[in-house]
Protein backbone atom coordinates (compact mmCIF):
# COMPACT_ATOMS: atom_id res chain seq x y z
CA UNK A 1 0.00 0.00 0.00
CA UNK A 2 1.03 3.98 -0.37
CA UNK A 3 3.08 4.65 2.26
CA UNK A 4 3.50 1.76 4.41
CA UNK A 5 6.09 -0.62 3.86
CA UNK A 6 6.25 -4.41 5.03
CA UNK A 7 9.80 -5.92 4.92
CA UNK A 8 10.56 -8.85 4.06
CA UNK A 9 7.09 -9.97 2.13
CA UNK A 10 8.13 -13.43 2.88
CA UNK A 11 10.62 -15.55 5.50
CA UNK A 12 11.44 -19.09 6.55
CA UNK A 13 13.31 -19.67 9.68
CA UNK A 14 14.01 -22.24 11.84
CA UNK A 15 12.50 -22.62 15.49
CA UNK A 16 14.43 -21.05 17.75
CA UNK A 17 16.26 -18.21 15.92
CA UNK A 18 15.40 -14.67 16.18
CA UNK A 19 13.48 -12.79 13.81
CA UNK A 20 12.61 -9.16 12.92
CA UNK A 21 10.07 -8.02 10.94
CA UNK A 22 10.30 -4.37 9.80
CA UNK A 23 7.00 -1.58 9.33
CA UNK A 24 7.93 1.24 7.59
CA UNK A 25 5.63 4.33 6.47
CA UNK A 26 5.94 8.32 4.65
CA UNK A 27 2.84 9.04 6.06
CA UNK A 28 4.11 10.91 9.64
CA UNK A 29 1.26 9.10 11.25
CA UNK A 30 0.98 8.69 15.12
CA UNK A 31 0.14 5.16 15.46
CA UNK A 32 1.54 1.96 14.14
CA UNK A 33 0.09 -2.00 14.47
CA UNK A 34 1.12 -5.44 14.51
CA UNK A 35 -1.14 -7.78 13.65
CA UNK A 36 -1.11 -11.79 13.07
CA UNK A 37 -3.43 -13.10 10.84
CA UNK A 38 -4.46 -17.55 11.28
CA UNK A 39 -7.42 -19.09 9.75
CA UNK A 40 -10.01 -19.20 12.21
CA UNK A 41 -8.90 -16.20 14.53
CA UNK A 42 -8.79 -13.20 11.97
CA UNK A 43 -6.60 -10.65 12.72
CA UNK A 44 -4.72 -10.36 16.51
CA UNK A 45 -3.83 -7.40 17.58
CA UNK A 46 0.21 -7.71 18.79
CA UNK A 47 1.59 -4.16 19.74
CA UNK A 48 1.09 -1.20 18.69
CA UNK A 49 2.98 2.35 19.10
CA UNK A 50 1.52 5.55 20.18
CA UNK A 51 4.17 7.67 19.46
CA UNK A 52 8.48 7.33 19.07
CA UNK A 53 9.36 4.78 21.96
CA UNK A 54 5.64 4.25 23.29
CA UNK A 55 4.42 1.10 22.93
CA UNK A 56 1.89 -1.22 24.98
CA UNK A 57 1.12 -4.60 24.49
CA UNK A 58 -1.70 -6.13 22.10
CA UNK A 59 -4.23 -9.52 22.84
CA UNK A 60 -1.56 -11.70 21.69
CA UNK A 61 2.27 -10.10 22.55
CA UNK A 62 3.79 -13.23 24.07
CA UNK A 63 7.11 -13.91 22.48
CA UNK A 64 6.90 -10.92 20.82
CA UNK A 65 8.75 -7.37 21.10
CA UNK A 66 8.55 -4.36 19.24
CA UNK A 67 10.77 -0.71 18.78
CA UNK A 68 10.18 2.46 17.55
CA UNK A 69 12.81 4.57 17.90
CA UNK A 70 11.66 7.10 14.90
CA UNK A 71 8.10 8.08 13.65
CA UNK A 72 8.49 5.76 10.55
CA UNK A 73 9.75 2.59 11.76
CA UNK A 74 8.14 0.15 13.72
CA UNK A 75 10.06 -3.48 14.38
CA UNK A 76 8.78 -6.47 15.42
CA UNK A 77 10.96 -8.98 16.73
CA UNK A 78 10.52 -12.98 17.67
CA UNK A 79 13.46 -13.56 20.20
CA UNK A 80 13.69 -17.21 19.93
CA UNK A 81 10.76 -18.22 17.11
CA UNK A 82 8.70 -21.48 17.48
CA UNK A 83 6.15 -22.89 15.01
CA UNK A 84 3.17 -21.94 17.02
CA UNK A 85 4.62 -18.06 15.41
CA UNK A 86 3.78 -18.84 11.52
CA UNK A 87 1.49 -16.94 10.73
CA UNK A 88 0.91 -13.40 8.14
CA UNK A 89 1.57 -10.65 10.00
CA UNK A 90 0.54 -7.14 8.79
CA UNK A 91 1.21 -3.47 9.77
CA UNK A 92 -1.14 -0.90 9.63
CA UNK A 93 -0.96 3.06 10.94
CA UNK A 94 -3.52 5.43 11.46
CA UNK A 95 -3.18 9.07 12.01
CA UNK A 96 -4.39 10.49 15.68
CA UNK A 97 -7.94 11.65 13.81
CA UNK A 98 -9.26 9.95 10.86
CA UNK A 99 -12.18 9.29 9.23
CA UNK A 100 -10.84 6.41 7.10
CA UNK A 101 -9.33 4.09 9.86
CA UNK A 102 -6.42 2.18 8.89
CA UNK A 103 -3.12 1.99 6.19
CA UNK A 104 -2.39 -1.64 6.03
CA UNK A 105 0.75 -2.93 4.58
CA UNK A 106 0.74 -5.98 2.61
CA UNK A 107 1.44 -8.41 4.84
CA UNK A 108 4.64 -10.58 5.31
CA UNK A 109 4.24 -14.54 5.58
CA UNK A 110 6.34 -15.94 8.17
CA UNK A 111 6.89 -20.31 8.36
CA UNK A 112 9.20 -21.53 11.24
CA UNK A 113 10.07 -24.67 10.78
CA UNK B 1 -15.29 -16.06 23.23
CA UNK B 2 -15.53 -13.85 20.34
CA UNK B 3 -16.01 -10.20 20.99
CA UNK B 4 -16.92 -10.18 17.61
CA UNK B 5 -19.38 -12.11 15.20
CA UNK B 6 -20.21 -11.79 11.84
CA UNK B 7 -22.31 -13.54 9.11
CA UNK B 8 -22.72 -14.66 7.21
CA UNK B 9 -19.35 -16.90 7.31
CA UNK B 10 -19.73 -17.65 3.55
CA UNK B 11 -21.80 -15.50 1.07
CA UNK B 12 -22.25 -16.26 -2.80
CA UNK B 13 -23.91 -13.68 -4.84
CA UNK B 14 -25.09 -12.84 -8.46
CA UNK B 15 -23.60 -10.09 -10.33
CA UNK B 16 -26.16 -7.00 -9.48
CA UNK B 17 -27.52 -7.89 -6.11
CA UNK B 18 -28.00 -6.17 -3.05
CA UNK B 19 -25.49 -7.55 -0.38
CA UNK B 20 -25.89 -7.34 3.44
CA UNK B 21 -22.98 -8.52 6.07
CA UNK B 22 -23.70 -7.83 9.80
CA UNK B 23 -21.67 -7.75 12.57
CA UNK B 24 -22.27 -7.83 16.33
CA UNK B 25 -19.43 -6.95 19.28
CA UNK B 26 -19.89 -7.54 22.88
CA UNK B 27 -18.05 -4.47 24.10
CA UNK B 28 -18.25 -0.89 24.84
CA UNK B 29 -16.53 0.61 21.55
CA UNK B 30 -14.88 4.15 20.47
CA UNK B 31 -15.49 3.45 16.44
CA UNK B 32 -15.78 0.72 14.17
CA UNK B 33 -13.92 -0.13 10.97
CA UNK B 34 -15.06 -2.41 8.02
CA UNK B 35 -11.43 -3.61 6.40
CA UNK B 36 -11.52 -5.42 2.93
CA UNK B 37 -9.32 -8.41 1.88
CA UNK B 38 -8.56 -9.63 -1.32
CA UNK B 39 -7.39 -13.20 -2.44
CA UNK B 40 -3.45 -12.43 -2.23
CA UNK B 41 -4.03 -10.86 0.82
CA UNK B 42 -3.91 -7.24 1.23
CA UNK B 43 -6.26 -5.40 3.29
CA UNK B 44 -7.78 -2.19 2.74
CA UNK B 45 -9.58 0.22 5.13
CA UNK B 46 -13.62 0.70 3.82
CA UNK B 47 -15.05 2.33 6.66
CA UNK B 48 -14.72 3.76 10.44
CA UNK B 49 -17.45 4.34 11.76
CA UNK B 50 -18.80 5.92 15.51
CA UNK B 51 -22.23 6.76 14.57
CA UNK B 52 -24.84 6.93 12.11
CA UNK B 53 -23.86 5.80 8.48
CA UNK B 54 -21.03 6.07 5.72
CA UNK B 55 -21.09 5.76 2.02
CA UNK B 56 -18.54 5.14 -0.39
CA UNK B 57 -19.71 4.76 -4.33
CA UNK B 58 -21.48 1.39 -4.10
CA UNK B 59 -20.66 0.70 -0.50
CA UNK B 60 -22.63 1.74 2.48
CA UNK B 61 -21.93 0.96 6.18
CA UNK B 62 -24.28 1.40 9.06
CA UNK B 63 -24.24 1.42 12.91
CA UNK B 64 -26.69 1.16 15.53
CA UNK B 65 -24.89 1.64 19.08
CA UNK B 66 -27.29 1.03 21.51
CA UNK B 67 -27.70 -2.49 19.80
CA UNK B 68 -24.73 -3.06 19.15
CA UNK B 69 -24.53 -3.83 15.40
CA UNK B 70 -23.08 -2.72 12.11
CA UNK B 71 -23.75 -3.48 8.52
CA UNK B 72 -22.26 -3.16 5.65
CA UNK B 73 -24.26 -2.97 2.42
CA UNK B 74 -22.59 -3.38 -1.24
CA UNK B 75 -25.46 -2.16 -3.90
CA UNK B 76 -25.37 -3.64 -7.49
CA UNK B 77 -22.74 -6.32 -6.54
CA UNK B 78 -19.97 -7.40 -9.22
CA UNK B 79 -16.82 -9.70 -9.44
CA UNK B 80 -14.74 -7.45 -8.05
CA UNK B 81 -16.36 -6.97 -4.59
CA UNK B 82 -15.27 -10.80 -4.49
CA UNK B 83 -12.99 -10.55 -0.95
CA UNK B 84 -13.03 -11.06 2.24
CA UNK B 85 -14.53 -8.34 4.51
CA UNK B 86 -13.48 -7.98 8.12
CA UNK B 87 -15.28 -5.83 10.77
CA UNK B 88 -13.50 -4.65 13.79
CA UNK B 89 -14.13 -2.57 16.66
CA UNK B 90 -11.91 -0.36 18.86
CA UNK B 91 -12.79 -1.07 22.18
CA UNK B 92 -12.87 1.73 24.53
CA UNK B 93 -10.15 0.16 26.79
CA UNK B 94 -7.77 0.62 23.55
CA UNK B 95 -8.04 -3.43 22.99
CA UNK B 96 -8.99 -4.27 19.74
CA UNK B 97 -10.88 -6.92 18.44
CA UNK B 98 -11.79 -8.40 14.89
CA UNK B 99 -14.38 -10.65 13.19
CA UNK B 100 -13.07 -13.79 11.59
CA UNK B 101 -14.55 -12.05 8.20
CA UNK B 102 -17.03 -12.85 5.94
CA UNK B 103 -15.97 -14.17 2.65
CA UNK B 104 -17.87 -13.28 -0.47
CA UNK B 105 -17.91 -14.36 -3.91
CA UNK B 106 -19.79 -12.37 -7.02
CA UNK B 107 -20.57 -14.61 -9.71
CA UNK B 108 -21.01 -12.79 -13.07
Known amino acids: DAGITQSPRHKVTETGTPVTLRCHQTENHRYMYWYRQDPGHGLRLIHYSYGVKDTDKGEVSDGYSVSRSKTEDFLLTLESATSSQTSVYFC????????????FGSGTRLTVV | KNEVEQSPQNLTAQEGEFITINCSYS?????LHWLQQHPGGGIVSLFM???GKKKHGRLIATINIQEKHSSLHITASHPRDSAVYICAVRATGNQFYFGTGTSLTVIP
Open chain 2, 27 to 31: VGISA
Open chain 2, 49 to 51: LSS
Open chain 1, 92 to 103: AISPVVSNYGYT
